[in-house]
Every structure is written in structure tokens, then in C-alpha cells.
């Protein structure tokens, strides 16, 4: 089975930093994209920011100066450097990665998602 497990989230004041991590593991054959995800209490899920496999980012629009995407490949790791938070980053933000899976004779092309890290910031 694959999973990916984020870590890195908590409570930080207005202005402060945080580091996402998000590891994959499993069979895992070929990470393409990945990304991160937020979700807010009463909003829809959201891409926050995404990353290819050989480097080109994108970011929502109101994150962009602030947060910085990047990916281990070699360690089948996502990061996600949050900087200069504000109260309305708040959210559980999820890590998700699209690739091919399995052994060689059952290989397969598929998404996952981790379970989440809540990121509260306080004003």
C-alpha cells in the first residue's frame, strides 16, 4: 500500500513560520506531481500549491512570496515552506501525489492524499 503522512503543523502566531513535510511511502514506482491542499472549517478543499517532478511550481494566488513548494525526490518527500502566515492561512492542509504504484506486474497510475496537518495561526 502507499500512504503519505504529513507532519509539521501546529499553532503559530500572525507573522511566524512553519514547515510542512510530507513523506511517501509503499510501492511507490514514479512520483509525478504533487501537491498541497488546505481546507478550511466551512470552505471547499483547495490547491495551494503543486510541483512536477522536474521542478515547475504553481501557487494560489494568495500565498505566492510567501510559501515555497519544494520535493525530494530521492526521499519521495514533499515540503511546503510557509512564511509571513496569517490568521486566514488556518486550514488542515493536505499533501497529494500523483504517480504509478505497485509491483511491476500489477503497476498502476493513481492519486493519494495524506491525512492532514492542521496549521492554525493566530492573530
Known amino acids: 500500500q502507499v500512504q503519505l503522512v504529513e507532519s509539521g503543523g501546529g499553532l503559530v502566531q500572525a507573522g511566524g513560520s512553519l514547515r510542512l513535510s510530507c513523506a511517501a511511502s509503499?510501492?511507490?514506482?514514479?512520483?509525478?506531481?504533487m501537491g498541497w491542499y488546505r481546507q478550511a472549517p466551512g470552505k471547499s478543499r483547495e490547491l495551494v500549491a503543486s510541483?512536477?517532478?522536474?521542478?515547475?511550481?504553481n501557487y494560489e494566488d494568495s500565498v505566492k512570496r510567501r510559501f515555497i513548494i519544494s520535493r525530494d525526490n530521492a526521499k519521495n518527500t514533499l515540503y511546503l515552506q510557509m512564511n509571513s502566515l496569517k490568521p486566514e492561512d488556518t486550514a488542515v492542509y493536505y499533501c497529494?501525489?500523483?504517480?504509478?504504484?505497485?509491483?511491476?506486474?500489477?503497476?498502476?497510475?493513481?492519486?493519494?492524499w495524506g491525512r492532514g496537518t492542521q496549521v492554525t495561526v493566530s492573530s
Open positions: 497529494n501525489a500523483e504517480g504509478s504504484w505497485g509491483p511491476v506486474e500489477k503497476k498502476y497510475e493513481s492519486e493519494y
Open positions: 509503499g510501492r511507490i514506482r514514479s512520483i509525478n506531481a
Open positions: 510541483i512536477s517532478r522536474g521542478g515547475p511550481t
